[in-house]
Every structure is written in structure tokens, then in C-alpha cells.
């Protein structure tokens, strides 16, 4: 009798105590989980809003105020970013060298509301791309011109950083969890068979 109640006190406390830490865990991890995807996309945005400012229409040719491949964005091998842009029917006017033969998917977002989309490079590499498409500024030479052709432009970024610290996050989670397991079922099991000393003592 002692022993099927001692049993079902432990089991009650301990499978209670490992619903709240379960709800805890995925909480904790989902909501960092957002932040760091809304940094890292909040980054992207900035670079693509920076290059789109710098585009500009001269007569028919499309030209960038400065050399792109300078920003150090582009540079960083440890960090590989890379941007495509597109006339409307397609067609591509610039790429970043490093993407050689790939191309960037064409995500039809817009400046309010840019288009994200995680993609898998040819190496196995996880990245993150934004797009949208807007309006490049006219020239001095264009000013009187007709309304310029929307361009579309994307930006893709490696995530592997990012990926690797949500990596270490579970594997935190998920050692901490096991602590406090083998904690609370101790502690229940300490706390139960003390709880029941007085009725083992009414009992005999």
C-alpha cells in the first residue's frame, strides 16, 4: 500500500516537473531562436537597402555608384555573402563573382516587405536570401525621362554561424535537462518518502 502510493507521488511529481521544464525549454529556445533569425535577416535587409541605393539608371545602362565587391560584406570568406540583381523580364545585370555559376532564387518582395528564403548551396551550405524589387534613381541625364523599369535585387548570406550557435542551444538545453531530471527525481523521492513517514508510522 505504502509502496503503490510512494510510487505514484514520485511518478506524479516527477512526469510534472518534466512537462513544465519541456514547455520551459522549447519556449526559452523558440524565442531566442526568433531573435537570432530576426537579427541575421534584419542584417541582410540593411545590405540589400545599401546596395539599392546605389544603383542608378543612366540612359539605358544600369550602373552602381560603388565598386560593390569592395564592401566588406563581400569580402569575408569565414561569412560568404552574395547579391544578384535582375532587370524585370529576368534577365540578369550583376552578380557577386563568388557565386561563379549559381544564382540567387528571385524573390519578388518589396522594400516594405521583403521576400526571405532559406536555400541550400551546391556544398551543402545552409544560407538565408532576402529580395524585393524597387525603383532605381535616375541620373542627372534622366531626370526628364520616363519612369525607370523596377529592378529586382537579392541578397543570400552563409548561416552557418547562426545555425551552429541554435546547435549549442539544444545541446545546453538538453544537458540542463537531464540535470534537472535526475535532481527532481531525487529530490521527489526524498520528499515523498519523508512525507509518508507519519502515515507509515499510523499505519504500524
Known sequence: ??????????????????????????????????????????????????????????????ELEFEVQQMP??????????????????????????????????????????????IKSSDGRIERAVGFSFTPRLSDSNRNTAEPQPLTLAVARDSTAILSQLRFLRWVLFCASVVVTLLSVLVTVLTVRQGLRPLATIAG
Open 73 to 118: 560584406e563581400f569580402q569575408d570568406r569565414k561569412r560568404l555573402t552574395y547579391y544578384q540583381l535582375w532587370r524585370l523580364d529576368g534577365t540578369v545585370i550583376a552578380k557577386s563573382h563568388l557565386l561563379d555559376e549559381r544564382d540567387i532564387p528571385l524573390l519578388l518582395g518589396s522594400i516594405e516587405e521583403p521576400d526571405f528564403k532559406t
Open 1 to 62: 500500500m505504502k509502496s503503490s502510493l510512494q510510487t505514484r507521488l514520485v511518478v506524479g511529481g516527477v512526469g510534472t516537473i518534466l512537462l513544465l521544464l519541456a514547455v520551459f525549454s522549447v519556449g526559452i529556445y523558440t524565442v531566442i531562436r526568433s531573435a537570432l533569425l530576426r537579427q541575421f535577416d534584419a542584417s541582410l535587409v540593411s545590405i540589400a537597402q545599401i546596395l539599392a541605393a546605389s544603383v542608378e539608371l543612366d540612359g539605358d545602362e544600369i
